[in-house]
């Protein structure tokens, strides 16, 4: 089992940025973040392996970035540049070592007003 605790969601105004963090209770080989917004499917937004390979959707690129740091086994997420399609519910995952499933964070809220 992992436990994930989540913060930094919040509202802000377009261009604006926030930070997402997110502890998981052990280490694990790979943590990131997904989003859900209202009507669509949730969908990856950025993962990080430990050993540093990064994975983006498109629509982030440049915009975002994702940091882990490996003694603490959290993981962040800065988003820069936010657009009111950012807006949604953020959920962090993290898939342990030798694992095909992956465990997933309660979710925090983004909202960017326009």
């Known amino acids: 089992q992992v436990q994930l605790v989540e913060s930094g969601g919040g509202l802000v105004q377009a261009g604006g940025s926030l930070r997402l963090s997110c502890a998981a209770s052990?280490?694990?080989?790979?943590m990131g973040w997904s989003r859900q917004a209202p009507g669509k499917q949730r969908e990856l937004v950025a993962d990080?392996?430990?050993?540093?390979?990064?994975n983006y959707v498109d629509s982030v690129k440049g915009r975002f970035t994702i940091s882990r740091d490996n003694a603490k086994n959290t993981v962040y997420l800065q988003m820069n540049s936010l657009k009111p399609e950012d807006t949604a519910v953020y959920y962090c995952k993290a898939r342990p070592f030798g694992a095909r499933s992956e465990y997933w964070g309660q979710g925090t809220q983004v909202t960017v007003s326009s």
């Open positions: 990080l392996t430990v050993g540093g390979v990064t």
């Open positions: 052990r280490s694990v080989f790979s």
